[in-house]
């Protein structure tokens, strides 16, 4: 197999593109964000409200099950890395606005095809599962 320019044969050389296996790999960067079930369903409310904003408090009510903590540290997160904004308005008590950037934005699409893909996929993946452990 002929080696793409920025990849790496050794899979885990640092600071090398097109390797799942480094930590410095995109790829893997982006997979951390998004691999939990709060990030892509908290991108979806927020691409629906899309350019408008959330609350707080209706942010957990869309996403049943998260605890206050969660969603603090995946809003902290995706705030960090540029795909959410936050706003902040003085009032007694404070109250917190959230927005998808136009980058976050740009990956509700990518996010769409995962979820069209699971809808289309988990009846299958639920008969292999069944198969797996009636052996």
């Known amino acids: 197999m002929d080696?793409?320019?920025g990849t790496?044969?050794?899979?885990?050389e640092r600071g090398v593109t097109g390797d799942l296996f480094s930590p410095a790999c995109p790829t893997r960067?982006?997979?951390?964000?998004?691999g939990d079930r709060w990030t892509s369903m908290l991108v979806k409310v927020l691409a629906e409200a899309y350019p408008?904003?959330?609350g707080f408090a209706e942010l957990r009510?869309?996403?049943p099950g998260i605890s206050h903590k969660m969603l603090s540290q995946t809003l902290r997160g995706l705030t960090f890395d540029g795909l959410?904004?936050?706003?902040?308005e003085p009032a007694v008590p404070p109250r917190t606005w959230y927005s998808l950037t136009a980058l976050g934005h740009t990956l509700e699409g990518p996010?769409?095809?995962?979820?069209?893909?699971?809808?289309?996929?988990m009846p299958a993946v639920r008969e292999a599962r069944r198969r797996a452990t009636a052996e």
């Open 3 to 5: 080696e793409q320019e």
């Open 111 to 121: 996010l769409a095809q995962v979820r069209a893909w699971a809808e289309a996929n």
């Open 84 to 88: 959410v904004h936050r706003r902040v």
């Open 29 to 34: 960067e982006l997979l951390d964000r998004i």
């Open 8 to 12: 790496s044969p050794v899979p885990g």
């Open 52 to 54: 408008g904003e959330c």
């Open 61 to 63: 009510r869309a996403a």
